[in-house]
């Protein structure tokens, strides 16, 4: 990476004002017919999501690098709201170092670096946010973990909604799971091997390393990006969240972020069982 990309990456996510609408406008034909023919999506809950409120989108992904149950969440989110209705995503901080257009692209769409800074001024503009706390021990976990809520224990976002006094909306999907099938994940064999002396691919510790089947590759390993298989996809908006204090005391208050972490998970888990449950009997008829 030469030194001029470098200061860019290092720009790139950081301001709410690289987010172009046009640009949206233009993807739109192609994740609608994603959306309609190649992963068929059924969703629910959109009356959810207060029309004047900004909220904290709060969800759970799958599918790898492509994340297709994400890229389809936005989807829906432009053509029921418009491009112009401001929305950001929390994108990880080692995910803008991969690839520079990449970069670009993301922060074009709306994506903003996940710092805590970034995600304070996107709600204070009166924007609604999205993050995947889960990140990419969420998006590849196991194949027999599916059916499991996986936020990885991080509570950023609780103390974000607390601070911030907005209401949390968990967004989940099922079935983007099997657009590549993860086996395993063996990063701590191969932490192990780095710690011997073995450099990272891009110098960039991927902080998973999955084993899966997918195409293009037929069996993987690493997060190597894919190409979703063409699966049905469904998901829900689920009801807002709203918690009984807010303010800076209540989200420095250790035992009572705990708490309301626990709900958010054991909210988003019956959501889950309950679409896992509907969709198996719909598709049973």
Not at 9 to 35: T, V
Not at 174 to 201: F, N, R, S
Not at 256 to 284: F, G, H, P, R, W
Request: hydrophobic share 45%; with cysteine.
């Amino acid at each position: 990476m030469s030194k001029k990309q470098h200061l860019l990456n290092k720009k790139l996510g950081w301001s709410l004002d690289e987010r172009d609408p046009k640009f949206i406008e233009s993807l739109m034909p192609l994740f609608g017919f994603l959306y309609h023919y190649y992963f068929r999506v059924q969703t629910s809950g959109w009356e959810n999501i207060p029309p004047q409120q900004k909220v904290l989108l709060v969800g759970s992904h799958n599918g790898g690098l492509a994340a297709p149950d994400m890229a389809m969440m936005m989807y829906d989110w432009f053509r029921r709201f418009g491009v112009e209705k401001p929305v950001y995503g929390l994108m990880h901080p080692k995910a803008w170092q991969v690839s520079t257009p990449l970069a670009q692209m993301a922060a074009k769409a709306g994506a903003i670096i996940a710092h805590p800074k970034m995600a304070y001024t996107a709600l204070r503009s009166g924007a609604s946010v999205l993050v995947y706390p889960g990140g990419a021990e969420d998006v590849f976990r196991p194949h027999y973990l599916r059916n499991k809520i996986h936020l990885a224990g991080r509570q950023g976002f609780i103390k974000l909604a607390l601070r911030e006094n907005v209401p949390i909306v968990p967004v989940i999907s099922w079935g983007a799971h099997d657009t590549l099938i993860v086996i395993a994940d063996c990063y701590k064999v191969v932490q192990q091997l780095h710690e011997w002396g073995m450099p990272w691919l891009l110098g960039i510790d991927p902080e998973v390393f999955p084993i899966y089947l997918g195409l293009p590759w037929g069996l993987a390993i690493g997060p190597l990006p894919n190409i979703p298989l063409p699966v049905p996809i469904y998901t829900r908006v689920c009801p807002p969240i709203v918690f009984e204090r807010y303010g800076r005391e209540a989200a420095s208050d250790r035992y009572y972020v705990d708490k309301c972490y626990e709900l958010v998970v054991s909210q988003m888990q019956q959501e889950l069982d309950n679409l896992i449950k509907l969709t198996a009997k719909t598709n049973s008829l």
